[in-house]
């Protein structure tokens, strides 16, 4: 019994770094992110599967008390839109996270999704390393090629000018608001707001369903993606609670 109560100690630290680890990224328009919530993990919408991961999507999963903070009219949180940050708020409170597409097979699934659902974008946890601490990267350079990283995990991208290794394509769009290849920061030269996150749009500039950045603040609807540190950390810190 005490060497498992001492293996459990292990990887609640274990998790608890990693989790600390996502808790130093800073997000969009400087707030905190949201940490998991035991009752929401256990409880957590399971709409869907794909390679050992439950996902799920707002939209579907709309009911009163769904969203951390919902209008006093019912009407006004259906359908609803999020930032970026409140987007991977709402996914972190339940174990886990905006979804990171990390292959070709989960980005088809994705896609495929959108288009099933004749949806007009998503957001995902895709994130620009544009804020303190990124600067000195020097593997990061030039940003807006190698700077982009999965911040639901914590993992790089490959640089933006390239197809993915073992991918068959390009998931970043040719074209955008400037008629350039994705990213390309086109909202800054209009309001000096920089496009550090990433949203799956789709066929908007006429381009099918593909990648974009996008700047935080814009609202969209999001999918999530069960988080193995946030699953982790909670299974490590609430023995016995069902996952």
């Given amino acids: 019994m005490r060497l498992i109560l001492v293996l459990a100690a ?23 992110l949201s940490l998991p919530e035991p009752a929401l ?4 919408p399971k709409q869907w599967q794909f390679g050992g991961h439950n996902y799920f999507f ?30 991977r708020n709402e996914c972190r409170r339940r174990c886990m996270d905006a979804v990171s597409i990390e292959s070709e097979a989960e980005n088809d699934m994705i896609l495929e ?7 007009q974008y998503i957001w995902t946890s895709g994130r620009l390393c544009d804020f303190t601490g990124c600067e000195s990267r020097q ?21 933006t000018n390239k197809i993915p290794p073992g991918w068959s394509y390009q998931p970043w769009s040719q074209t955008g608001h400037t008629g350039v290849p994705q ?19 789709n066929n908007i500039y006429k381009d099918g369903i593909k990648w974009h950045d996008i700047a935080c603040y814009h609202p969209k609807p999001f999918v999530c993606e ?18």
């Fill in 183 to 201: 990213p390309d920061n086109a909202e800054f030269d209009i309001n000096q707001t920089s496009e550090s996150c990433l949203g799956v749009l």
């Fill in 113 to 119: 999704f959108v288009k099933s659902r004749n949806l």
């Fill in 226 to 243: 069960d988080s193995d540190v946030l699953l982790e950390y909670v299974r490590a810190t609430n023995p016995g609670l069902q996952l």
């Fill in 139 to 159: 593997d990061l350079k030039p940003l807006n090629i190698n700077g982009w990283f999965w911040s639901g995990t914590n993992t790089k991208m490959a640089p």
């Fill in 10 to 32: 292990l990887v609640a630290a274990a998790a608890a770094d990693k989790l600390q680890q996502q808790q130093q990224q800073k997000p969009a328009q400087g707030k905190l």
């Fill in 41 to 44: 993990c256990a409880s957590r």
């Fill in 58 to 87: 707002s939209w579907d999963q709309e009911r009163p008390g769904f969203y951390e903070e919902e209008s006093q009219n019912p009407q006004e949180n259906i359908g609803k839109k999020v930032n970026w940050l409140i987007s």
